[in-house]
């Protein structure tokens, strides 16, 4: 009688309720295992038992025995934070529990046996084996038992829901009817918060297999997305409207996959030193907008086969370096919460960018084309150092230099001496060649003259001269002739 004192006391008091599991506890691994199966009979002194693994060993592991109502007949600790919990393998602890119960310490009922772990506060993880315990000097306040292996509460449901569970009384008998209830809500708050209507559309009559386990089947590919209650309940045998035992989930529903949309699909560019910038941030689910998504990117570059993973929650957007060139294929999944994904794949070619020639000779810029008198033939530097290109071909770039398309010599500080069999001609063509490690290059070419060989007087235009002159004098005679002949005449008297 003392421990049913203590739980009518604590009734009254919070402990550690189901809205608080934590769900930031997915990094650490707990696994709940309970050595009696479904429906144990306790009937007279008998020990419960069973064993909790963890990742984490600084945890605390509880437990409560419930009956059908809620009312907590018993609670306690197993360890102390630290304590109890013994290394199986690298990174990995165990306790293995037990609990000795006296039928006569309880009243006769449909229990639960709840195990909690608790990390830093919180609730991380929990489960319940529900079981009889038969004192015959109390009756009993519910005779049956419900265990619901799936779905589990706040599951996602995709397509077709399968209920799986297992009932009977404390005799071992299963119920011949059961109440399965299943209503779409706007919000989670409404789930489960509400009267329950009886209605006979939903009465169920089960077929159990040799474990007391049904199975009931709900078409959900046609319905709605959004939140739906599930209500299951075994009616009372002597009151209508009652129930001997009740519970009630709050599912998901997600059928609809993500959409994918972007402020700009990747296209093609060249080389350059700046970001693409791809954003998915316009992307959402068609109802379960407030739940993150997850983003996978996968870039691959045909040319060196390099392959980029950017993923994660909140990674809308990717970032790729363009300076490097080649033909790129961009992956995008995103996926929600409920399982569901949606994939689009954008191809797109980043061209290599020419360098950019740059050449100065003896300290003065030149462009293509261009002519140079060289003042002397002794030391002439060329250099083409000042050639750019984008930042990843920037320190590869090759100079190579041509004298009358013969090439002489590699590199961009260089000096030229004027070839001792070309000493009297009047030019050279220099030609330079910047070309990076891709093999895209560009070109310069000037023309140097060679300031100690003068202009000879070009044969035609000796010709032309004698004919000018040859003219002059034409024209001259003539005139002279004209002029003497034209005189007037004199008549002799």
Do not use: R
């Given at each position: 009688m003392r421990v049913v004192l203590l739980g009518l006391f604590c009734s009254f008091l919070i402990f550690l309720p189901l809205d608080n599991v934590n769900a930031e506890s997915d990094d650490i691994d707990?696994?709940?295992?309970?050595?009696?199966?479904?429906?144990?009979?306790?009937?007279?002194?008998?020990?419960?038992?069973g064993t909790v693994i963890s990742s984490e060993d600084e945890i605390l592991i509880s437990w409560d025995i419930q009956n059908s109502t809620g009312f907590r007949f018993n609670w306690g600790d197993f360890n102390i934070v630290s304590e109890n919990l013994s290394e199986i393998s690298d990174g990995y602890f165990s306790l293995?529990?037990?609990?000795?119960?006296?039928?006569?310490?309880?009243?006769?009922?449909?229990?639960?046996?709840?195990?909690?772990?608790?990390?830093?506060?919180?609730i991380i993880s929990q489960d319940t084996m529900p079981f009889f315990i038969l004192n015959e000097i109390y009756e009993s306040d519910s005779n049956y038992s419900m265990l619901i292996s799936n779905p589990s509460n706040l599951d996602w449901i995709n397509g077709d829901l399968t209920i799986e569970a297992q009932a009977k009384d404390i005799q071992g008998f299963e119920p011949s009817s059961i109440h399965i209830y299943l209503n779409r809500y706007v919000t989670f708050s409404e789930t489960c918060n509400g009267e329950i209507i009886y209605a006979e559309e939903?009465?169920?009559?089960?077929?159990?297999?040799?474990?007391?386990?049904?199975?009931?089947?709900?078409?959900?590919n046609s319905q709605p997305d959004g939140w739906y209650e599930l209500i299951i309940f075994i009616p009372s045998a002597y009151s209508i409207n009652q129930y001997e035992t009740y519970s009630c989930m709050s599912l998901r529903l997600n059928n609809l996959a993500p959409v994918i949309s972007l402020l700009?699909?990747?296209?093609?560019?060249?080389?350059?030193?700046?970001?693409?910038?791809?954003?998915?941030?316009?992307?959402?689910?068609?109802?379960?907008?407030?739940?993150?998504?997850?983003?996978?990117?996968?870039?691959?570059n045909s040319k060196n086969s390099e392959i980029i993973i950017?993923?994660?929650?909140?990674?809308?957007?990717?970032?790729?370096?363009?300076?490097?060139?080649?033909?790129?294929?961009?992956?995008?999944?995103?996926?929600?919460?409920?399982?569901?994904?949606?994939?689009?794949?954008?191809?797109?070619?980043?061209?290599?960018?020419?360098?950019?020639?740059s050449l100065y000779i003896n300290g003065l810029e030149m462009v293509d084309g261009e002519e140079l008198e060289l003042i002397s033939l002794d030391s002439i530097m060329i250099d083409g150092s000042n050639s750019d290109d984008t930042?990843?071909?920037l320190d590869n770039l090759r100079c190579i230099w041509s004298v009358d398309t013969i090439t002489i010599f590699e590199g961009c500080d260089r000096e030229l001496i004027w070839p001792e069999s070309s000493l009297n001609n009047e030019f050279l063509m220099l030609r330079l060649d910047v070309m990076d490690d891709d093999g895209a290059s560009s070109s310069i070419t000037v023309k140097l003259i060679n300031p100690n060989v003068g202009d000879a007087l070009p044969?035609?235009?000796?010709?032309l001269v004698i004919s000018f002159l040859f003219l002059i004098g034409s024209v001259f005679f003539r005139f002279r002739k004209d002029s003497e002949t034209s005189s007037i005449p004199k008549w002799n008297k």
């Open positions: 707990i696994s709940i295992g309970f050595d009696f199966s479904f429906g144990e009979l306790v009937d007279e002194q008998k020990i419960l038992s293995d529990w037990e609990i000795s119960i006296d039928p006569i310490d309880y009243y006769s009922c449909s229990c639960e046996f709840n195990i909690f772990v608790i990390f830093e506060d919180e939903n009465i169920v009559e089960p077929l159990y297999d040799e474990n007391n386990v049904f199975s009931y089947y709900f078409d959900m700009d699909e990747p296209s093609d560019q060249f080389e350059s030193n700046s970001l693409m910038i791809i954003d998915a941030t316009l992307s959402e689910d068609p109802i379960w907008s407030e739940d993150e998504l997850y983003y996978i990117w996968t870039c691959t950017h993923e994660g929650f909140s990674k809308e957007i990717f970032e790729l370096e363009t300076q490097n060139s080649g033909d790129y294929t961009l992956k995008l999944e995103i996926m929600d919460k409920g399982g569901l994904s949606s994939t689009e794949e954008f191809t797109f070619s980043v061209s290599n960018m020419l360098p950019l020639s930042e990843n071909d044969y035609p235009l000796i010709i």
